[in-house]
């Protein structure tokens, strides 16, 4: 059934937007008469729903504007509201309601209106006798495989309630943790932007203004001065070659990203970083042990698991460790042999994996380690934040006094010149 994207207005006059499901345009119309609402605008909105085949065929509103595929913007939702939509959905079917009213009753609040044209979408699919995951598959920007995945092996068990809950709390436990790693750094980034605008603006604007007023009366410059003007100097008549740079440097990273050796190496090099290094390594890990955790618990097996953890794991090096693992098991060894001799994974992280796999307890030894790490990436993160803040502070700071003492040598040299003239 096709989505449509209208624009209306209502008895008293007030503009309202939105998108409803309906088999034609007329029919759209005739609902939304029904709710005393005068369309004046009304078309096909399928792309809103984020399914690959509109975009494939070039067809809907995102295609009115012939962008290359790469800038056409996605239906990306929140981790927050695929959350809050997961755990809504998980206690709807524990209470036994259907699952055309489940998504019905989702769809009505939904958090906004690409995700709502998702979920009108699968609830059609469902209705038309497709399973949940297999009508979540066609959002593969919304729901990853690890989703699709976990949603299937609930339907095959007959827990779809109880995998939904899983997801959830997996999903709220992944924001939480990218968020305490986003906000450790935050911090920094704003410092490092704002120092290095306010040092641009002093070696562009204030400080050649300053040194041509006493370059003519102070004789022979200081060196710290001499050193100032050459690199005021050179960021304002090249100012334009180094946004240039900066531009050249950002293309090449996101070039390399693109590629496989690329990736690898950009997350190999983001691990060995002196400070931060340390943080992604626990992020990583913690990442891993939840995700597997969580598929086995979902009633998937370490094989499957495993494919699929190494396809949403967001680290290459980590993900052609968990590859490797893969195929070990394939010719017949346990998971914590290969780990054990992987450099990404400290021992212990080996050792309590193997007493998992002895007894019977893997998934819960893995829920355990996500735990401790957890713990880790907060300490991790706090040391970041305490080692971090004092070097750029000092750092800024010894920058603008060089500006300072430079700017303020020549005056000094003036003025004796003066008392002694």
Request: proline letters at 4%.
């Amino acid at each position: 059934m096709p989505i449509y994207e209208y624009t209306a207005l209502t008895e008293s006059g007030q503009t309202k937007t939105g998108i409803l499901d309906a088999d034609t345009a007329r029919a759209a119309r005739d609902k939304l008469r029904k709710d005393k609402v005068h369309v004046t605008s009304i078309r096909v909105a399928n792309e809103l729903a984020g399914g690959e085949a509109a975009a494939a065929t070039g067809k809907g509103l995102s295609r009115e504007i012939r962008l290359p595929r790469w800038l056409q913007p996605k239906a990306r939702i929140s981790t927050n509201d695929l959350s809050n939509f997961t755990r809504q959905f998980s206690t709807l079917l524990h209470a036994g309601t259907p699952l055309a009213e489940c998504l019905q009753v989702l769809i009505e609040q939904s958090g906004g209106r690409r995700f709502e044209a998702v979920l009108r979408d699968v609830r059609e699919r469902v209705t038309g006798g497709d399973s949940v995951a297999d009508a979540m598959a066609n959002h593969p920007s919304v729901f990853n495989e690890l989703y699709v995945n976990m949603v299937r092996a609930g339907e095959a068990s007959g827990q779809l309630d109880l995998v939904m809950k899983r997801i959830g709390i997996f999903l709220q436990r992944q924001a939480r943790l990218k968020n305490k790693v986003t906000a450790a750094l935050t911090y920094p980034v704003i410092m490092i932007v704002v120092g290095t605008l306010v040092v641009i603006v002093l070696m562009t604007w204030v400080v050649p203004k300053i040194l041509a007023l006493v370059a003519s009366k102070a004789g022979k410059l200081p060196l710290p001065t001499v050193i100032l003007r050459s690199v005021s100097g050179f960021v304002a008549d090249y100012w334009m070659l180094l946004i240039l740079a900066i531009f050249a440097v950002w293309l090449a990273l996101f070039s390399l990203k693109q590629s496989v050796k690329g990736r690898y190496f950009l997350d190999s090099a983001k691990l060995r970083m002196p400070v931060m290094g340390d943080l992604f390594r626990k992020q990583a890990i913690s990442r891993f042990a939840v995700t597997l955790s969580t598929l086995l618990k979902s009633g998937l097996p370490v094989l499957d698991g495993l494919k699929i953890v190494k396809n949403v794991v967001d680290n290459s090096v980590l993900a052609e460790i968990v590859g490797v693992i893969h195929d070990r098991i394939v010719e017949g060894t346990d998971i914590a042999s290969p780990l054990k001799k992987s450099k990404m994974f400290p021992a212990v992280v080996g050792h309590m994996i193997a007493i998992g796999e002895q007894s019977g307890q893997l998934d819960e030894i893995l829920s355990q380690l996500a735990d401790s790490y957890d713990e880790e990436v907060d300490v991790a993160t706090q040391r970041m934040t305490a080692v971090l803040e004092p070097i750029l502070i000092v750092s800024i700071a010894f920058v603008v006094a060089f500006i300072v003492l430079a700017v303020i040598l020549p005056m000094l040299q003036v003025g004796r010149q003066l008392r002694h003239g």
